[in-house]
């Protein structure tokens, strides 16, 4: 690449919508032209997690994951690199996940709960994204993803919501929806959103 990739950041609460719109964001891109940084590959081990009053473990703190690998991995990509990682899994081993090899490209997207809240990564983010849902809505899609589809027990997920995702969310993360360039409204739809954001990246990589 001629010049440095163009970093986005896309972050907004759990059940948000922030995967599906980064799914479809790099289908309407071309996957040639998106490289896609998960930050929930870097939680720490399950058994080093921080943990509440009632010793459950807490994934939704900054503390919870390797911030020193996940930046380093992301400076990687932006200086056109490739990075191996694992995906993630709270029920596997790390010799049973998935090896997840990430090529660089004109844009890097880094996506996560937490991606605006270092101030190293935070600051070099050309474009921030924050993606909104009412709470009800982000609610009903966590529970769907974690009892239905993932089939955890329904109490701890509820438990973990009102006692993790609602506090983190309102302490960490809420806050930082000023700060971003673009807010993309996601009740029930994000084509509007999606198309202005895609037609402008595309722009970006013309002028390469």
Known sequence: MSSKPFLVGITGGSGSGKT????????????ENVAVLTQDNYYINRDNQPKDINGVEDYDRPESF???????DLFKLLNGESVE????NYNKS??????????????????GIFVFHFPEISDLINLKIFVD??????????????AVERGYDMNDVLYRYENHVTPSYERYIKP?????????????DFAKGLAVLTQFLKSKIKQE
């Open 20 to 31: 599906t719109f980064i799914k479809r964001l790099v289908e309407d891109m071309g996957i």
């Open 176 to 188: 930082i929806r000023h700060d971003a360039d673009i807010i993309i409204p996601n009740n029930a």
């Open 85 to 88: 990682i694992y995906e993630y």
């Open 133 to 146: 849902a009412k709470e009800a809505v982000k609610m009903r899609r966590r529970i769907y993803r974690d």
């Open 66 to 72: 390797d911030f020193v690998q996940y930046k380093q």
């Open 94 to 111: 790390k010799q049973e996940r998935n090896k997840i090899v990430i090529k660089s490209a004109k844009i890097v997207v880094t996506e």
